[in-house]
């Protein structure tokens, strides 16, 4: 076990930003809800997206444990295809209305670069707003991408919280 310090920051957006639809960087691009998603599809993409940026959270749920979570009904997982391939996810999170929180973002390795994840957020964040939350929110920290915390800010997230943490993570 490694211990790794971080600054969370905690994001918020309660209305539709002003700027208009962000436009596909490509037009082979793809975005399917993965209802009720097998756990072992949903651990791939967690994997795939998330090991670069030593996300740890569900890997620690055994599959009795995270089935439920990214079955609910209330939790919406939306896979990102180029060309038919995988290329990232967005996991909203209803469960707590008025708000929803978008639990998980990202793009794997293999797309990142390639003017994908402004199209993306844009997407999670106007499939959000069809259930008319009363705001949006989500967290990152420094540990995630270094363009995460300014893409969600230039798409119009604004922080209301940080904070600092340790983490003991496993690392591989």
Do not use: N
Not at 43 to 53: Q, S
Not at 90 to 102: A, K, N, S, T, V
């Amino acid at each position: 076990m490694s211990r790794l310090e971080t600054t969370v920051t905690y994001l918020e957006m309660r209305g539709l930003p002003p700027h208009g639809e962000v436009a596909p960087p490509r037009d082979d691009l793809t975005l399917h809800r993965a209802r009720k998603p097998t756990v072992s599809f949903y651990r791939w993409l967690y994997e795939r997206v998330g090991a670069p940026w030593l996300w740890t959270d569900r890997r620690k749920l055994d599959d009795d444990q995270l089935a439920p979570l990214i079955q609910h009904d209330a939790v919406e997982i939306w896979v990102l295809y180029v060309a038919g391939v995988p290329a990232g996810y967005l996991e909203l999170d209803r469960r707590q209305p008025p708000d929803i929180e978008l639990a998980y973002f990202g793009l794997l390795p293999e797309f990142i670069g390639h003017h994908l994840g402004a199209y993306l957020l844009d997407r999670a964040i106007r499939l959000a707003f069809t259930h008319r939350p009363t705001r949006l929110w989500l967290h990152t920290q420094t540990l995630d991408h270094p363009r995460a915390l300014p893409l969600y800010q230039r798409l119009g997230f604004t922080p209301y919280k940080t904070e600092r943490l340790e983490l003991e993570i496993a690392l591989p």
